[in-house]
């Protein structure tokens, strides 16, 4: 059974900056294309940025873009976000996500939580001065 486990988050000013992690075990990490999302209170579950099983592919939606950066390590079984210059437009619970199918997914695929198979329990992330 497939087990994610996030860490980092907390409490942190306007401008801040965040690193949530998140270790995966009960299956092949290194195959499996992994995501962070988060949901903001009264708001729908949003993709925040995800990267490939090779690590050569990255995405982020629009509001994470020059702001985080998503990176993998495949022989420790985690993938990090690390978060910089944080809004109070950034506060929710920050999920981690595993797509444990092989394969590349493109485009709005990214964005699709039906196209991802293992949640963590969620970390959260509060900014605010």
């Known amino acids: 059974q497939v087990q994610l486990v996030e860490s980092g988050g907390g409490s942190v000013q306007p401008g801040g900056s965040l690193r949530l992690s998140c270790t995966a075990s009960?299956?092949?990490?290194?195959?499996?294309?992994m995501a962070w999302f988060r949901q903001a209170p009264g708001k729908e579950r949003e993709f925040v940025s995800g990267?490939?099983?090779?690590?050569?592919?990255?995405t982020h939606a629009e509001s994470a873009k020059g702001r985080f950066t998503i990176t993998r390590d495949n022989a420790k079984s985690t993938v990090s976000l690390q978060m910089n210059s944080l809004k109070p437009e950034d506060t929710a619970v920050y999920y981690c996500?595993?797509?444990?199918?092989?394969?590349?997914?493109?485009?709005?695929?990214?964005?699709?939580?039906?196209?991802?198979?293992?949640w963590g329990q969620g970390t959260q992330v509060t900014v605010s001065s």
């Open positions: 996500a595993a797509r444990t199918a092989a394969g590349e997914i493109y485009g709005r695929a990214w964005y699709g939580e039906v196209n991802y198979d293992a």
């Open positions: 009960g299956h092949t990490f290194s195959r499996s294309t």
């Open positions: 990267i490939s099983w090779s690590g050569g592919t990255v």
